[in-house]
């Protein structure tokens, strides 16, 4: 089994940062894909933005420019550092980490942005 972590969520102003934690533990062996995903109320989750082991990344058309998501693979630790925010992204993120057989979520971290 793998377990999955997020920290960092919280309430900023329009235009602030914040900068979200992910880290797995368990059976993280195989684990080819750490990423995150949000959902704001009445809306499907939604994917925000990928990390392979080898590197490729990969961003929703909305947060380009604005997020970034790095990963420490030594630790199993993905990181999205989110700028620029906007009342847009408020939603709950979750990390999402994936091996060759399954995938496995985290609880949600809330980030909230006031304008």
């Known amino acids: 089994q793998v377990q999955v972590v997020e920290s960092g969520g919280g309430l900023v102003q329009a235009g602030g940062s914040l900068r979200l934690s992910c880290t797995a533990s368990g059976s993280t062996f195989g684990i080819n894909s750490m990423g995150w995903y949000r959902q704001a109320p009445g809306k499907q989750r939604e994917l925000v933005a990928t990390?392979?082991?080898?590197?490729?990344?990969y961003y929703a058309d909305s947060v380009k420019g604005r997020f970034t998501i790095s990963r420490d693979n030594a630790k199993n630790t993905v990181y999205l550092q989110m700028s620029s925010l906007q009342s847009e992204d408020t939603a709950v993120y979750y990390c999402n980490a994936k091996n060759l057989w399954r995938e496995y979520w985290g609880q949600g971290t809330q980030v909230t942005v006031s304008s």
């Open positions: 990390g392979r082991s080898g590197g490729s990344t």
